[in-house]
């Protein structure tokens, strides 16, 4: 039984952690360190070392708790009592403006200021704070339900556990506050973590967002507290009953800074968008030369009362956007061209890049398109090429700089014959695109089959490309309905699968022979059909069969069914909403072809079961006959769930507006179709809305 401490003890440990958490408050939040590293981890030392002694003296908020507990077996699920929202985008000027407009027309009467913030480019997380004590950390997730990650906050060092008390402070630290930024790693930090990582022979991080998000979510604290994380807020949430709510958005950064965080110094007041865009270009030139990774401005209207009288589209706020710089380009070589071969026998050409660092992220690769892309670019093997990432993601070639072309270079063309089975490759006329001839070339039933059991089809979860890459070449599937046969004995005796792996796979399987029509012809992998032109061919297919029941199975009515595919022309197929001469032509061929025909039949004969979508159930006063299109994340339910429930109600669905749509339904992320229809003046359905206007 270990002693008491003396009073003495007492007003030691009291003074170390009042101590220790000024210092940590003038390093990171003044950028003042007065004392060293050393100095500081001397002190901490000697607080850990009577903690120990004496266990009594150990609290929640005390800064030894930082050095990380004992691994999580898992995190845990936290409803955040405010959802976080997402942000718009806008890339430049134009979008900025039309932002602008849009919330100056909702609400004209209002006096307009802009408060424009740093975007920290890391991991957004909400802190609770009950009675000025840390209690909760959570991260976005959903938006609505996050993962709790407290065990790992506590060791960041920019994140008081205790909010630092003051005048301004005292009267928020009653009962709970909730404080929201962003965990991010410095660039320097960053570096370090990835040449430790090289040395171990582990793969590195692609850049220090991505670094910040697997840190902030290891079961062990211990490896979240050796990655020297930092935060920096940009919310307080203060409940609406407070008797000192604050006025101003710009506030709130005031305030986090007194209560103990770091709050971006960039951060501007602005009154008028040619200040915003004067310094949204001033902080383009200065960001390679911070310490950290930023991806552009949060621009927001500064009156708070303002914000909740704009409220919130989907899942994004309508007085804040994230105004983002365009796509950062750079220069690298063309060390090779290869080409791919995809599902429909599509030659893609790639280009194999010198490995380069665009927008955050190392890239070495680069799609082309096709030849005609290649020839319109002059693209050569040898180039120096300038590339970025389309949109922060995916990486283009922009041009060729052709001062720095090699001698003896020559124009590329995509090989004639295919490189994975040596057949010949063709391009027909109208098309841009090249395709294997073969029809049983390796690498196209690799990609059929990858489409076929993937999330929209067949949704067969764990069946990935390796496994199946492994049936394939030991001969056990080379189409779908070989699926469906694979028993047991069949893949247990494989190289490294196991009894239980074996079960797993066929298991999978087995238990996804029922299937609705749209996903069945969506997972055939028709050229130029995608999922919804399937859906309108699953209506118009049930339209046609003489009798309409729930399904369709072996010797139910597969006959007819099959019949009727076969035997439907490409007019048919033509008259079809949305199906033009093209796609009509592809689908006609395919079902003309015995081969698909026998082979639709073996699926249903190895007991696939199709089941047929509902007849409209009722009719619905401003649904009924109405074009919805869907943008954005929905919050409540999936796009396909959404869709479906306006089709059973008659109405229809559009990928694209114009001004023949009805509604556009503006889920969170809603991207252009969300302008567009703004622009034409088409009808915008938040997710609220809509759900009142189906019911």
Known sequence: MSAKPTQETKHRVTQLRNVINDLRYRYHVLDDPSVTDAHYDSLM????AIEEQYPSLKTEDSPSQRVGGEPLKKFEQVKHQIPMLSLNDAFDEVELKAWDERMKRMVPEASYNYYSEIKMDGLAISLVYD????????????????????????????????LRESKQTAPYLKGLLEVRGEVYMPKQAFDKLNKERAAQN???????????????????????????????????????????????????????????????????????????????????????????????????????????RLGVVGKAPRSAIAFKWPAEE?????????????????????????????????????????????????????????????????????????????????????????????????????????????????????????????????????????ILDRLIEEGLIKSFADLFELKLGDVEGLDRFGEKSAANIIQTIQSHKQITLARFLYALGIRNVGYETAVDLADFIVGKLPHHGTEIARHKSDAAFLGLLSQTTQDEWNSIKDVGPVVAQSIYNYFRDSKHINFLRDLIHQGVIITLPPKITANKEGVTGKSFVFTGTL?????????????????????SVSKNTDYVVAGAEPGSKLEKAEKLGVSVLTEAQYKKLIT
């Open 635 to 655: 919050e409540s339910l999936t796009r396909d769930e959404a869709k479906e429930k306006v089709r059973k109600l008659g109405g229809e669905i559009s990928e």
């Open 45 to 48: 030392r000697e607080l850990v």
């Open 202 to 308: 582990l793969p590195l991080f692609a850049n220090p967002r991505n670094a910040s998000a697997g840190s902030i979510r290891q079961l062990n604290p211990k490896i979240t507290a050796s990655r020297k994380l930092g935060f920096m807020a940009y919310q307080v949430i203060i409940a609406p009953t407070h008797p000192k709510l604050l006025k101003q958005h710009h506030q709130e950064h005031e305030l986090a800074q007194e209560l103990g965080f770091v709050s971006n110094g960039n951060n501007k007041l602005c009154s008028n968008l040619d200040q915003i865009v004067k310094f949204w270009h001033q902080m383009e030139k200065k960001r390679a030369k911070l310490p950290y990774q930023i991806d552009g401005l949060v621009i927001g209207v500064d009156d708070l009362r303002l914000r909740e």
């Open 330 to 466: 750079v220069t690298t070589v063309v060390e090779d061209i290869a080409v791919q071969v995809g599902r429909t026998g599509a030659i893609t050409p790639v280009a194999h890049l010198r490995p380069v660092e665009v927008a955050g992220s190392t890239v070495s690769r680069a799609t082309l398109h096709n030849q005609n892309e290649i020839d319109r670019k002059d693209i050569r093997i040898g180039d120096t090429v300038v590339i970025r990432k389309a949109g922060d993601v995916i990486p283009e070639v922009v041009s060729v700089v052709k001062d720095l072309r090699p001698r003896h270079t020559k124009p590329y063309k995509i090989p004639k014959t295919c490189p994975i089975c040596g057949s010949l490759v063709e391009q027909k006329p109208g098309e841009a695109v090249m395709r294997c001839t073969n029809p049983n070339c390796f690498s196209i039933q690799r990609r059929q089959l990858q489409h076929f059991v993937s999330k929209a089809a067949f949704d067969m979860e764990g069946l990935g490309p390796k």
């Open 131 to 162: 009675n000025g004590q840390l209690k909760t950390a959570a991260t976005r997730g959903d938006g609505l339900v996050g993962e709790d990650v407290t065990a790992n906050i506590k060791t960041i060092r920019a994140i008081p556990l205790r």
